[in-house]
């Protein structure tokens, strides 16, 4: 019942995930992404914990296949499961478990892999999968999100639409990036639409935020002022869609 992607760039090292479906705030649900370590997508009849014990695994140095093959040998209900994962090296792996619902598959490729079930069809992964690729001079981000555009466009779900979201994390524990649009008739219009207000108005005060090496960093001054107007007149608008 869902379409997602989890992906590295080999670039700067950073980690993401992107996923749609017809139930609501799958960003609630099904991606988890931990700087320098790896991320997951879980679905279908979604176990949260296989994403957090597979995380763990691979910060405590498992590959992201093996972490994979560990934390499914010790679910029973992994016939019920689908899982990607990518690790902080880019090696992914893939799991569809046989009671998943048709049209059910998954594409593993180098830093990424891709995966849905209840699906239109073969097409939705497969235009992921290459629009990722296509996209291999853009930001994560953007990749991602132009996955997540291509797979909708090929029929995404075949029940219809209700959510999207995306996460891209880099150096700090929190996410530089976290975009979900919980219930729309277009979430992943809608979500393209958010991620453009988020680049200019929201990365920029993430950047400028106190991190690990800096805790005691004060805001920037264009940050200050940016956020200081009233959303319609900041960069690229703001508030409620039309």
Not at 12 to 27: F, N, Q, Y
Not at 148 to 155: P, W
Not at 225 to 242: H, V
């Amino acid at each position: 019942m869902t379409f997602s992607i989890v992906a590295r760039c080999p670039r700067t090292g950073m980690l993401g995930t992107a996923v749609a479906t017809a139930v609501p705030a799958v960003g609630s649900m099904c991606p988890f992404v931990r700087a320098g370590v790896g991320a997951v997508s879980t679905q279908s009849w979604v176990n949260p914990y296989l994403a957090i014990d597979a995380l763990d695994l691979m910060a405590r140095g498992a590959s992201g296949p093996d972490a994979l093959r560990t934390v499914l040998a010790a679910d029973d209900g992994r016939e019920l499961r689908q899982i990607g994962v990518v690790d902080a090296q880019g090696r992914s792996a893939a799991w569809s478990g046989t009671e998943c619902t048709d049209w059910v598959g998954a594409i593993e490729g180098r830093g990424f892999a891709v995966q849905g079930n209840m699906l239109t069809g073969a097409a939705v992964i497969e235009a992921m999968a290459a629009a990722f690729e296509d996209a291999a001079g853009a930001d994560l981000a953007e990749r991602l999100m132009r996955a997540l555009e291509a797979g909708d466009a090929a029929g995404g779900d075949r029940r219809g639409r209700q959510s999207a979201a995306l996460t891209v994390h880099h150096v700090e524990a929190y996410p530089l990036i976290d975009v979900r649009v919980d219930d729309h008739p277009q979430p992943v219009h809608e979500m393209r639409r958010v991620l453009r207000i988020v680049t200019l108005q929201t990365l920029p005060f993430v950047q400028g935020m106190p991190t690990r090496a800096n805790p005691g960093a004060g805001a920037p001054e264009a940050v200050v002022r940016t956020l200081g107007l009233a959303p319609p007149d900041r960069p690229g608008g703001g508030g409620s869609a039309p």
